[in-house]
């Protein structure tokens, strides 16, 4: 029988509360190659801790944190909530998860209530072609004797799948630093709950925000040498999200220096909708 690798994602987002410590909150994590906590799961639920302390009515729009240390997918995360301000409209809720008594991430986060105003958007690149028929990542990894492959190929929760070619196995033909990825859960999110669409779109993201860097340097994911780690994040949202819908993530690098790079990317649904902005820097070396 084939397992949804969606299941265990939406299992270790479900927090327990602390009935002795208010808006304390403690996370497992999912087994990762290297032993690393993944910093999309950190950063969702960090995310989903902060919700907790607010009304449903209350989403997150925007998100900034700091990826501080490594964390041990071996040991629990606890998700320490302050809450910083409630207003008429807005909410903001600083979040840090914690292990060894040390933050491994610390984040801020704002809510808002849905409310009338003003209503624009950026247009969605004309001639994208759609996720049907371009191959998926998890597909292209099939079959590659090597644990990082075979977790991508058979684990990772979500369908990805790039216009054009990727950087997991060579670096690409196209160096502009301009990429665009379709992305979908592999399995059903439930319905109606949008903070949980909400961060596991942050969830997804992590995988791919510094891939424009690697493109735009004519390397890949492989090549040797390559030392590489989230720094910081930030993240807006404009609209309601579902992540079991098609996405896409039209994405781009501005700058790189001193061991930085920064990524950048507009997501929109498959009919048009800008839905999310979002930038990410990281630590990107090379050996060489």
């Not at 669409?197 to 040498?225: F, K, N």
Request: aromatic content about 8%.
């Amino acid at each position: 029988m084939t397992i949804d690798p969606t299941v265990p994602v939406l299992d270790i987002l479900d927090l327990e509360a602390d009935p002795a410590a208010p808006d304390t909150f403690t996370g497992r994590s999912l087994q990762q190659p290297g032993g690393r906590v993944f910093g999309g799961q950190v950063l969702a639920q960090a995310l989903l801790a902060a919700g907790r302390t607010l009304d449903a009515d209350r989403l997150p729009h925007s998100m900034h944190g700091y990826f501080l240390r490594p964390g041990d997918v071996r040991e629990p995360i606890g998700f320490a909530v302050e809450r910083l301000r409630d207003g008429r409209s807005f909410s903001a809720r600083r979040t840090h998860a914690l292990q060894g008594g040390v933050p491994i991430l610390s984040m801020i986060a704002s809510f808002q209530q849905e409310q009338d105003g003003l209503d624009y958007a950026d247009e969605m690149p004309a001639d994208v072609p759609g996720p049907e028929g371009l191959t998926s990542v998890h597909e292209r990894l099939d079959g590659i004797d090597h644990p990082v492959a075979r977790f991508w190929a058979h684990e990772a929760a979500f369908d990805v799948r790039h216009v054009g070619d990727n950087v997991n196995l060579r670096p690409a033909r196209d160096t502009s630093g301009q990429q665009k990825v379709w992305f979908r859960s592999r399995g059903p999110v439930p319905a109606g709950d949008q903070l949980l669409h909400r961060a596991l779109l942050a969830y997804a993201c992590d995988q791919v925000m510094l891939e424009p860097i690697l493109r735009r340097a004519g390397r890949s994911w492989i090549s040797p040498g390559l030392s590489i780690a989230s720094l910081d994040h930030a993240m807006w949202w404009h609209r309601d999200v579902q992540v079991d819908q098609w996405l896409l993530f039209v994405q781009s690098t501005p700058s790189a220096q001193g061991g930085r790079g920064l990524g950048a990317a507009r997501v929109f649904t498959q009919d048009g909708v800008l839905v999310a902005s979002i930038a990410q820097e990281g630590m990107v070396r090379f050996a060489d």
